[in-house]
């Protein structure tokens, strides 16, 4: 299934691909080396926007929800992958313990569950699924829209290890992001490979530091490259504790977007842009369904706005949030008309595959995370690969092997990210 | 594009590959272990036979030369798996000399050095072709059939590294079989990664090693299937020097001959097969492009076949050769009408695809290795990874897993072999 992909085809990103295509060699080894000092995280999945002038991530997933949405022929590479990963981690194993997310019972997440089991039982595991919640007393039957069925059983802690009833797995695998806090039964297991660890949860994780990593990686990148870091980095700034309600911490933000509104002008001009910059407000921590505001005029921000879009769920603590301020990039890509970013899923240094985050009512500059998105298959089959061989103008616009740079950009930021958040960082000197 | 598949669908391979698809977890655990102890061959063809009863491997080809053949869509499986051999052998690689076949200038030949190029330059190393014939004083530009061109640089021996002009290659990867032995330039590299190891060229490699360690590795993975090893072993005997014109060496030849087909015939009685035993007899060194010769009744051999069987292109010293008498193995599989055997394909420990080599005047137990050969890519993207999920009768025949086992139990000998037979083995220790 391939999408039928509309971009934009002139302008700064043209270039950029270009120089990408040629560097294949240059930019795989230097992969290579910041593999040798950097661990990758298990999985991932990051979203992007194509502005058609600049590409960026703006969010990083370390705990991915949507590894049913690639197409089936990509399955063997993030077999593959896993395999790699394994092999790594703890070669002897036998049994893995996946955790599902305690947030989604939605029948598309069933069918990324039922897709993680096939991943690594073809990578030669035994696959259980143990639920972190401490209310399941008995094994649970989900049925799975294609009349599969998964099995989730309770969680069984003893005192230095965790399994399920006869099962004592070498390799616990997260997919919960750990947003309402650690579960006991997750805390100080120091026998068995936890992954993603603990801190990758956003019970500690922050996507200010996220961003803070990653303006490093892109600038080295963009010194490899010989290119302004502008191209592929979203600007971020960042309000500690923010009251939402009182007027200063609205003053922080107004502050803040003012700045980078203007910052944002200057490289508008610099690249002869004739767009409207914008900033996007948001919670600091992710995972919890907040919305984001758009931000054109820092007139228009109010306290009632900033709210509304830092409103979290039901028993959680209301008024206080941590928040970040960061450029807006929108994205012009479309498919039959809804707009459209792309999603780029990554298992251990290797990108496994992709698809597109698609919206019928949402436009280029919002975000097009709601219960209303649709996802389609990105072909990366061919794509990943193929582009350098195309002669330019020859082929089909094929953004393929930069998106997986750029994703794999955004996972070696959360590699040095998780390095120094570490809370056991010793074990790295 | 999918061949049109046809096999028979019964008898014990039914079993066998259900066996198999119920046992992903404890296969790929066991092939994890073996490679802990072992070290897989760079890349590697293993041509295998489905005789419908039975599959077993019948050629183990350390110096493959059709990667053309496989489908572009399985092109990212083979350059994560590339990426995944360089990150162990050699991380910091910049460059990577690749020394083409001696004997090959086919059209197809080339497409498959493309092929190899695309892949290792995707794998992130700069690569350039150097040949090993010193009658080459200036680099050669060859035409391939897409218009692309490929220049092979003449090989450039400084006293302990090779490599080509401003060209220093961190590892040296060989697509000769060197079966007019080992060029002079290739002899004595200590500092540089030269893969396959010379050892494992024809000038050395004997094809009667390889199936003793191929037993050894048939019989370790049926005691984990609990299964009957011929099912995918086949028998192999071996006469030391003949001299095909000499009674003595028919006598030898013809012995082997009869105690197999006797072997056999005990074997078909037990799983009522109801087909007439043959064994093949061939020269035991690969690369010379002698034939194969198909015996049914001892008495239908004499001297004269046999020399024919075993006749040695010009320029090598006739007579005398090393003999071997494997059990035949039919192939039952078909496309449109024309007899095809399947031919799986790995880089490191990963099957990175496969193709059918298809001929449409040959029998199905005879050689489908000729010029007038066709090959059609196996549409192994999805079946790789699917059959376990497919509910039995309910899918086409899906051979491709079994397939991918089968090819990696050769390829582990393979490994098995090059480490008996390292003539440095002491490193070993």
New interface residues.
């Given amino acids: 299934m391939v999408p039928n992909l509309v971009t934009a085809l002139t302008g700064p990103i043209n270039e950029l691909e270009q120089r990408m295509l040629e560097s294949?060699?240059?930019?795989?080894?230097w992969?290579?080396?910041e593999?040798?000092e950097h661990t990758p995280t298990f999985y991932c999945a990051v979203d992007l926007r194509n502005a058609g002038y600049r590409l960026t991530p703006v969010d990083t997933d370390l705990f991915p929800e949507g590894f049913n949405h690639l197409t089936?022929?990509?399955?063997?590479?993030a077999?593959?992958?896993a395999?790699?990963a394994?092999?790594k981690i703890c070669?002897?194993?036998?049994n893995l313990l996946l955790v599902p997310s305690r947030h989604c019972e939605s029948a598309s997440y069933l069918e990324h569950l039922q897709r993680l089991v096939?991943i690594f039982?073809?990578?030669?595991?035994?696959?259980r699924l143990g639920s972190a919640d401490p209310g399941l007393a008995a094994p649970q039957v989900l049925k799975a829209p294609d009349g599969?069925e998964l099995v989730v059983e309770p969680l069984l802690r003893q005192r230095t290890r965790l399994g399920l009833k006869d099962f004592d797995p070498c390799t616990i695998l997260l997919n919960d992001d750990l947003r309402a806090g650690v579960p006991r039964a997750l805390q100080n297991l120091y026998e068995q490979y936890l992954l993603p660890p603990l801190h990758a949860g956003w019970a500690t994780r922050r996507k200010s530091r996220h961003f803070r990593s990653y303006e490093e990686v892109a600038k080295k990148f963009s010194k490899l490259m010989g290119m302004d870091p502008w191209l592929i980095n979203p600007m971020v700034a960042h309000c500690g504790e923010v009251d939402a309600g009182s007027e200063q911490g609205l003053e922080c933000v107004r502050a803040h977007c003012e700045t980078m509104l203007a910052k944002q002008r200057r490289k508008f001009k610099e690249y002869a842009i004739a767009e409207r910059p914008f900033v996007v407000v948001k919670a600091d921590v992710g995972g919890l369904g907040a919305g984001v505001l758009t931000v054109r005029d820092v007139r228009e921000l109010d306290g009632e706005r900033l709210q509304r879009a830092l409103a979290r769920p039901q028993g959680l603590e209301p008024g206080v949030s941590e928040v970040i301020i960061q450029e807006g990039v929108p994205t012009c890509e479309r498919i039959e008309d809804a707009t459209a970013e792309p999603v780029v899923c990554t298992i251990d240094?290797?990108v496994v595959g992709g698809y597109y985050r698609v919206h019928d009512g949402r436009g280029s500059d919002e975000s097009l995370q709601s219960p209303q998105a649709r996802y389609v298959p990105l072909a990366?089959?061919?794509g990943?690969?193929?582009p350098?061989?195309a002669k330019t103008g020859a082929s089909a616009p094929n953004r393929f092997y930069m998106y997986g740079v750029i994703g794999r950009l955004a996972m070696l930021a959360a590699a040095y990210e998780l390095e120094a958040t570490d809370p056991d960082a010793e074990d790295y000197a």
């Fill in positions: 294949v060699p240059a930019i795989e080894r992969f290579r080396l593999w040798m089936p022929q990509m399955l063997p590479l077999v593959q992958a395999m790699a394994i092999e070669p002897e194993a036998k096939q039982t073809h990578a030669g595991l035994n696959v599969g240094r290797y990366f089959a061919e990943h690969l193929l350098a061989r």
